[in-house]
C-alpha cells in the first residue's frame, strides 16, 4: 500500500496557487534587483574637480578636489604634461617657464569606466625661461651655420650638440658640417638641476670640397728620441695573434727600434720548427693612451717582404674590452701578406661583414717594400675612405646608406695597431719561407688631422 504524504500548507499555498508561485518570485527578484541598481547608482556617483595656487609667477600647485567614489584621476597640465595616479591626496607642482594662457584638465575613473572630467583656465602672466636660437646657413660657406642663443629668462648652463660635438656655453657659435643632408642640432638649457630642451633641422647642400685641407694637426708621433714613447704606445704581447693562428710570439718591446726618426718592427727567426714561437716580433698599440674619434689618420711606412711576412697598420674601436671583435669594429688602414708582393690591402670588419665576408680592396705599389709610402684613412661619421700617397688615391670606400649597429660601429673612439705576424690564416696561407728573416716594416711617422 502506498501512503500519500499529509504537509501543513505553507503561506504560499494559503494565499496563492501554485501554478502562479513562479511568477511572483521573479517580480520580487525584479523589485529586489531595481533597489540594489538605485542604491549603487547613489554610491558611485562622483565629480571630478581640482583647485590650484600659485607658488610663484611660474609655479603652480594643483589638488585633487574631486568627490564620490572613482578609482583613478589623470592630470592634463596644458603644457605638454600629463599625470595618471590613484593617489587621490597628491598634490603636483608645475612649472611653466612661459607666459601664456593653459588649459588644465582632471578626469576621474570609477570601478565600471565611468569619466567625469573638470577643465579650468590658468593665467602665467611672466615669462621665466623660454627656450629659442637661431641657425642660418652661411650663404658665403654653406657648410658652416651661424649658431646664436636667444633664450629668455635665467638660467645655470647651456649646451649646443651637433653631428657628434658638444660646445658649452658659446652664445654665438659657428657649427660646421662637411657633408650633404639633414642635420639635427639641439639647444639643451640647465636651471635648477633640470634640462631643458629644443631642436631644429638644417639642410645642407654641398660637400665641403676643401674638408680635408681644412684639417688640423691634432696629435703625431715621428719617433724621435731612441725609444718608444710610452706616453703613446703600450707593447700587446703573447702569441697566436689572438685567434689569426700566428706562430710569432709578441715581445714587450725586444723587436721594437727607435732611432733616427723610424721605428722598425722586426720579426725574427728562433728555430726552424714553423710552430707557435718559432718567431718573435712586436705589436704596439695606443690603447687607452692615444684614441681618436674621425679624422684622417696617416702613417709612412716601407714594408717587410718575403713568404709569410703579414705586417698591419689598422684600428680597433675602443670599446674592444667590453664587446670584443667585430662588434667593436675594425679599419685595417694597410695589410700586406709577402706571398703576393707589390699588392697592399684595406679592409673594413663589422658584425655585418668581418673575416673574409670584410668590405675592402686593394691595390699596387710596385716599391712597397723598397720606399716608404703613405697610408691613410678619412673617417667621417658618414664614410671610411681609404687611401695610399695622396687623399685623391682613394682605393676602397665604405659608406652603408642605413647606417646601424651590425655596419656602422665606427661611431666611437678607435685606437692604432702597428705590427708584423708570422703565418697565420692568411700571412701563412702559402707557407713561411724561413731564409728571408729577419724582416722589418719602418714607420717613419704617425699622423692624425681633424676638425678644429
Known amino acids: 500500500m502506498i501512503r500519500k504524504n499529509k504537509m501543513h500548507k505553507t503561506i504560499f499555498d494559503i494565499i496563492m496557487p501554485r501554478h ?52 583613478s584621476l589623470t592630470w592634463d597640465f596644458g603644457n605638454g604634461q600629463t599625470e595618471t595616479t590613484t593617489d587621490k591626496k597628491k598634490d603636483f607642482t608645475i612649472y611653466y617657464p612661459e607666459a601664456g594662457d593653459y588649459e588644465v584638465s582632471l578626469k576621474a575613473l570609477n570601478y565600471t569606466g565611468q569619466t567625469n572630467t573638470a577643465t579650468k583656465n590658468i593665467s602665467i602672466v611672466t615669462s621665466d625661461l623660454v627656450l629659442s636660437f637661431t641657425a642660418e646657413v652661411d650663404l658665403q660657406d654653406p657648410n658652416r651655420v651661424n649658431l646664436k642663443n636667444t633664450t629668455q629668462g635665467k638660467y645655470d648652463s647651456f649646451k649646443w650638440l651637433y653631428r657628434y660635438k658638444t660646445i658649452e656655453d658659446e652664445v654665438e ?39 680635408v685641407q681644412n684639417l688640423t694637426l691634432t696629435w703625431e708621433d715621428q719617433f724621435d728620441g731612441t725609444s718608444v714613447n710610452s706616453e703613446n704606445w703600450r707593447f700587446d704581447t703573447g702569441s697566436t695573434g689572438w685567434g689569426n693562428n700566428e706562430l710569432e710570439n709578441y715581445t714587450n718591446g725586444d723587436n721594437a727600434d727607435v732611432s733616427g726618426g723610424i721605428l722598425t718592427i722586426t720579426a725574427r727567426k728562433v728555430n726552424d720548427n714553423m710552430e707557435v714561437g718559432s718567431y718573435t716580433s712586436s705589436r704596439l698599440s695606443t690603447k687607452g693612451k692615444k684614441e681618436f674619434q674621425y679624422g684622417r689618420m696617416e702613417i709612412r711606412a716601407k714594408l717587410p717582404s718575403g713568404t709569410g711576412i703579414w705586417p698591419a ?23 700586406y701578406v709577402g706571398y703576393n708582393p707589390n699588392t ?22 710596385t716599391t712597397c717594400e723598397e720606399e716608404f709610402h703613405n697610408y691613410g684613412v678619412i673617417w667621417t661619421e658618414k664614410k671610411l675612405e681609404f687611401y695610399v700617397d695622396s687623399t685623391d688615391n682613394v682605393i676602397h670606400t665604405y659608406a652603408p646608406a642605413v647606417k646601424t649597429d651590425e655596419n656602422w660601429p665606427f661611431n666611437q673612439p678607435a685606437f692604432f695597431i702597428l705590427n708584423v705576424a708570422v703565418g697565420g690564416y692568411w700571412g701563412g696561407a702559402q707557407g713561411i719561407d724561413n731564409n728571408i728573416f729577419p724582416q722589418s716594416m719602418e714607420i717613419d711617422y704617425i699622423k692624425v688631422y681633424q676638425e678644429k
Open 20 to 71: 502562479k508561485l513562479s511568477l511572483f518570485a521573479m517580480m520580487l527578484l525584479l523589485l529586489t534587483t531595481s533597489f540594489s541598481c538605485n542604491k549603487n547608482n547613489q554610491d558611485s556617483a562622483f565629480t571630478a574637480d581640482f583647485s590650484y595656487s600659485m607658488k610663484d609667477d611660474n609655479h603652480v600647485v594643483f589638488t585633487n578636489e574631486s568627490q564620490g567614489e572613482y578609482y
Open 313 to 335: 697598420i689598422w684600428m680597433l674601436g675602443s670599446n674592444f674590452s667590453t664587446v670584443g671583435w667585430p662588434d667593436c669594429g675594425e679599419m685595417d688602414i694597410m695589410e
Open 173 to 211: 657659435y659657428t657649427a660646421y658640417f662637411p657633408y650633404t643632408g639633414n642635420y639635427d642640432i639641439e639647444l639643451l638649457v640647465f636651471k635648477n638641476g633640470t634640462s631643458h630642451s629644443l631642436k631644429k633641422t638644417i639642410n645642407i647642400t654641398r660637400d665641403d670640397p676643401n674638408y
Open 344 to 365: 697592399v690591402y684595406a679592409t673594413v670588419h663589422t658584425p655585418a661583414g668581418f673575416g673574409n665576408f670584410g668590405s675592402g680592396s686593394s691595390t699596387t705599389v
